[in-house]
């Protein structure tokens, strides 16, 4: 099964999403800040990443950082907020509302077996 990273800086709500996700087979790494999570994304090489995203105009965009890293791996967002400022999606492959674990398990499963297609960035779009 592939593996993932996992981006989300409240415990709380990850490790339910990280359960969630090693029960149905993902092997799955957890990031809690952006250093973290760009030095966990070149040592683990994840297959797909799973990012919270906020409008907070003062956190660091750290999508661009991980998409010039690993071109090819799909980015998703997930937010609780509605509204999200351009800059915070634009190299995201998808932005699904947090907490619909079924829209996020049918979006990694169509980017992951298209990705070698080279077609998950117009999957998503």
Do not use: W
Not at 32 to 47: K, S, T
Not at 49 to 63: F, N, Q, T
Request: glycine share 8%; proline share 5%.
């Amino acid at each position: 099964m592939p593996s993932l990273l996992v981006i989300d800086d409240h415990t709380c709500g990850s490790r339910t999403l990280v359960r969630t996700l090693r029960s149905v087979g993902y092997t799955v790494e957890v990031a809690l800040d952006e250093q973290e999570a760009v030095d966990l994304f070149r040592l683990c090489a994840a297959d797909a990443v799973i990012m919270d995203c906020h409008p907070e105009a003062g956190r660091r965009l750290i999508a661009p950082i991980l998409r010039r890293i690993g071109p090819d791996t799909p980015i998703i967002m997930v937010s609780g907020f509605c509204g999200l400022p351009c800059n915070r999606l634009r190299d995201a492959d998808a932005c699904l509302q947090k907490g619909n674990v079924t829209a996020l398990l049918e979006t990694l499963r169509v980017m992951l077996c298209s990705r070698g297609y080279g077609l998950h960035r117009s999957v998503a779009a």
